[in-house]
């Protein structure tokens, strides 16, 4: 069965970084756009990066722009989402998406990432 594992996830102080990891089984993961979503407590699930099935197509959401950058090893089946200079407001569960046409089709449990001032 399908399945997508996130990593990576913790408690730092602003400015820090952190890296997520996303592992993928159960599906031919070359063949998916791979993604990034956040939800803050009390808020909707948001998009925060995208990178295609092929190439090195990438979308980022204003709000991470500069500072965020996703990159995916398909030898490996797994998405990453480097984060640095992270602010408070990048508190929030980060969850992995994996998606084709018509939409995303499977996600993953989240992982914390929480942002001290």
């Known amino acids: 069965q399908v399945q997508l594992e996130e990593s990576g996830g913790g408690s730092v102080q602003a400015g820090g970084s952190l890296r997520l990891s996303c592992a993928a089984s159960g599906l031919t993961f070359s063949r998916y756009v791979m993604a990034w979503f956040r939800q803050a407590p009390g808020k909707e699930r948001k998009f925060v990066a995208s990178?295609?099935?092929?190439?090195?197509?990438?979308a980022y959401g204003d709000s991470v722009k500069g500072r965020f950058t996703i990159s995916r090893d398909n030898a490996k089946r797994t998405v990453y989402l480097q984060m640095n200079s992270l602010k408070p407001e990048d508190t929030a569960v980060y969850y992995c998406?994996?998606?084709?046409?018509?939409?995303?089709?499977?996600w993953g449990q989240g992982t914390q990432v929480t942002v001290s001032s």
């Open positions: 998406a994996a998606g084709s046409t018509g939409g995303w089709h499977y």
């Open positions: 990178f295609g099935y092929r190439g090195a197509d990438t």
